[in-house]
C-alpha cells in the first residue's frame, strides 16, 4: 500500500473507531496511520489504543499552539508513503478503489484529490444546503465555488501526493478553510485538484459542529 492515513481527533470517542476500521477495511491493516490529536479529554485515544496491532501512531498537538494546518502539517512530517490521505475523525469511508488513486500517478499534474460527502446528522442525512452543492455525481477539476468565489477544496475527506505536500504545506496562521487557500495557490501554480464522486465518506456532525448547518 503506497498511502499514509492522517487523522485529525479532539474528542471524537463516537465516531473514531468506526473511521479507522473504515480505513482498515478499505486500505488494509498494514496501512501507516497516524492520528494527531488536539489533546482530548474523552475516551478517544482509548479508543485508539485497541488498534494497536496497526501500524498507527499518535501524536499530539498543544491546544494552545493548535491551528488545522498546523496539525496536518505534523501529521504530514510523519507521513512515509507515495500518497498521503487526510480524514476527519468524525469520518467513516464507505466507497474507495484503485481507480481514484490512479489519478494521482506520478506523471500527471494532479496534486490533490477529494471526494463525495454524505453529511449524516444525528443518524439522519441532512438536507442539502450551499456546502453540499459542492458534492455532486460529476467528476470535476479545479471546481470554483460560486458562492465562496473561490476554488473548492474539503479537508474532511481528500488526498495528495506526499511529496507535494511537504514542499507546499497548509498555511498554519489559518484558524480555518486552510484546504480552500491550499486550493488556491496550487491551482494558480497550474497545478490540477480532482473532485472524485465515486469516494465518498459518511460525514458526522455534532453539536459543535457548524458544518453541517452548511456555515462551514
Request: glycine letters at 8%; proline letters at 4%.
Given at each position: 500500500m503506497d498511502l499514509s492515513v492522517i487523522i485529525r481527533n479532539r474528542n471524537e470517542e463516537r465516531y473514531i473507531g468506526h473511521c479507522i476500521q473504515s480505513v482498515v477495511d478499505f486500505l488494509g491493516d498494514d496501512t501507516q496511520i497516524i492520528v494527531v490529536d488536539n489533546e482530548s479529554s474523552d475516551e478517544s485515544l482509548r479508543i485508539v489504543n485497541t488498534f494497536d496491532y496497526l501500524n498507527i501512531e499518535v501524536v499530539t498537538i498543544d491546544k494552545n499552539s493548535y491551528s488545522p494546518g498546523r496539525s496536518l502539517n505534523l501529521g504530514i512530517s510523519k507521513c512515509k508513503e507515495r500518497l498521503t490521505m487526510i480524514i476527519s475523525a468524525h469520518c467513516e469511508i464507505i466507497k474507495f478503489g484503485d481507480y481514484e488513486r490512479n489519478i494521482l500517478?506520478?506523471?500527471?499534474?494532479?496534486?490533490?484529490?477529494?471526494?463525495?460527502?454524505?453529511?449524516?446528522?444525528?443518524?439522519?442525512?441532512?438536507?442539502?444546503?450551499?456546502?453540499?452543492?459542492?458534492?455532486?455525481?460529476?467528476?470535476?477539476?479545479?471546481?470554483?465555488?460560486?458562492?465562496?468565489?473561490?476554488?473548492?477544496?474539503?479537508?474532511?475527506?481528500?488526498?495528495?501526493?506526499?511529496?507535494?505536500?511537504?514542499?507546499?504545506?497548509?498555511?498554519?496562521?489559518?484558524?480555518?478553510?486552510?484546504?480552500?487557500?491550499?486550493?488556491?495557490?496550487?491551482?494558480?501554480?497550474?497545478?490540477?485538484?480532482?473532485?472524485?464522486?465515486?469516494?465518498?465518506?459518511?460525514?458526522?456532525?455534532?453539536?459543535?459542529?457548524?458544518?453541517?448547518?452548511?456555515?462551514?
Open positions: 500517478s506520478d506523471t500527471s499534474d494532479n496534486v490533490a484529490m477529494w471526494g463525495k460527502q454524505i453529511p449524516i446528522w444525528d443518524g439522519k442525512k441532512v438536507t442539502p444546503r450551499y456546502l453540499w452543492s459542492n458534492f455532486g455525481d460529476e467528476e470535476m477539476i479545479n471546481h470554483f465555488c460560486e458562492s465562496e468565489d473561490r476554488y473548492f477544496f474539503h479537508n474532511a475527506f481528500s488526498i495528495f501526493k506526499t511529496k507535494h505536500l511537504k514542499k507546499y504545506p497548509f498555511d498554519e496562521r489559518l484558524s480555518g478553510k486552510e484546504d480552500r487557500y491550499w486550493a488556491t495557490e496550487q491551482i494558480g501554480n497550474g497545478h490540477n485538484i480532482i473532485y472524485n464522486p465515486q469516494f465518498i465518506v459518511k460525514h458526522h456532525y455534532t453539536n459543535n459542529g457548524a458544518t453541517w448547518k452548511g456555515v462551514g
